[in-house]
């Protein structure tokens, strides 16, 4: 099954770490986490705050220890084909999530959520267009949907940004269904 992911963290440095994670199957269920920071855990970023507005306090009083979050992601999503959206800085977060909770770093792989949207929309419409035409249609979809996309807000909240995935994953699809049956 699909799954979307996302990473919120304390900074964008070296350093950073990750201080929330969502996700979403393709089925519509989801988690929201809040990570307690591991104690080696210290780099801080006030803009990165402003921008997700979780607080270093809300995550001492409301977070989940890392190492509980680390062994529930990998409970939940093994055996998923997980996406993000931005796999090189997600794959950042849950390297260093699963790390810190002394687990194998590559435990669960993601990819990008534009590689799902490519192979749904061209499952789709194999065998309903030739090659070329297909490869169009399914470029055209996938920017129709990105640039749709661009124009929504961006909630930085791990789990909404998942669903937002999920829903944009879902556009491709209806969008790509509109061409076969057009094609028929």
């Known amino acids: ?12 440095g070296k350093t950073g770490y990750p201080i929330e994670v969502g996700w979403v199957f393709e089925d519509g269920r989801s988690e929201n986490h809040l990570i307690r920071p591991a104690p080696q855990w210290t780099d801080w970023d006030e803009r990165s705050e402003a921008i997700h507005g979780i ?20 409970e939940a999503l093994a055996g998923h084909r997980v996406f993000a ?7 950042k ?7 810190a ?15 799902a949207q490519h192979e ?7 065998g309903l267009l030739p090659p070329a035409e297909r490869m169009l249609r399914v470029s055209a979809i996938l920017a129709r ?5 661009e124009a929504r807000p961006v909630r930085h ?3 909404a940004d998942a669903e937002e995935e999920l829903r944009r994953w879902r556009e491709v699809k209806r969008l790509a269904e509109e061409e076969a049956s057009a094609a028929i």
Request: cysteine-free; overall charge neutral.
């Open 85 to 91: 959206s931005a796999p090189s800085w997600d794959g």
């Open 157 to 159: 909240r791990a789990v």
């Open 145 to 149: 949907v990105r640039s749709d996309g």
């Open 120 to 126: 749904s929309a061209a499952a789709i419409l194999t």
């Open 1 to 12: 099954m699909h799954v979307f992911i996302d990473f919120e963290a304390s900074s964008l």
């Open 55 to 74: 607080s270093r306090d809300k995550l001492a009083d409301e977070g989940t220890a890392h190492d509980v979050v680390a062994r529930r992601l990998i």
């Open 101 to 115: 909770a002394g687990l194998p770093r590559h435990a669960i792989r993601l990819k990008d959520t534009e590689l």
């Open 93 to 99: 977060w849950l390297s260093a999530l699963l790390r």
